[in-house]
């Protein structure tokens, strides 16, 4: 069974990082590409960032770029999303996904497992 389990939200001031962190387990963590995304209320769920299976291909929402960025270490079965310069744009709940493939990608439809999700507050 497939499990996939966020922590690292929390309730920061605009300007302010966290760090989000995701651990798997339950298949071959580095076989797999892994992605973020997140869900505000009232709107869509949107793609935040992706990391190829090897973590060296990387790819980013245009919002996020050069404020967020997503690594991983496949010996700790573990996805990261460093977000840096947060605004209050950014609340949302943020889910960890884990892909059918190896190669990143902004697609909710190529990932097979989902985590439960990790609220992330930014107050101005």
């Known amino acids: 069974q497939v499990q996939l389990v966020e922590s690292g939200g929390g309730l920061v001031q605009a300007g302010g990082s966290l760090r989000l962190s995701c651990v798997a387990s339950?298949?071959?963590?580095?076989?797999?590409?892994m992605g973020w995304f997140r869900q505000a209320p009232g709107r869509e769920r949107e793609f935040v960032a992706a990391?190829?299976?090897?973590?060296?291909?990387?790819y980013y929402a245009d919002s996020v770029k050069g404020r967020f960025t997503i690594s991983r270490d496949n010996a700790k079965n573990t996805v990261y999303l460093q977000m840096n310069s947060l605004r209050p744009e950014d609340t949302a709940v943020y889910y960890c996904?884990?892909?059918?493939?190896?190669?990143?990608?902004?697609?909710?439809?190529?990932?097979?497992?989902w985590g439960q999700g990790t609220q992330v507050t930014v107050s101005s």
């Open positions: 996904a884990s892909a059918a493939k190896g190669f990143a990608t902004a697609q909710d439809t190529e990932y097979a497992y």
């Open positions: 339950g298949r071959t963590f580095s076989n797999y590409a």
């Open positions: 990391i190829s299976y090897s973590g060296r291909g990387t």
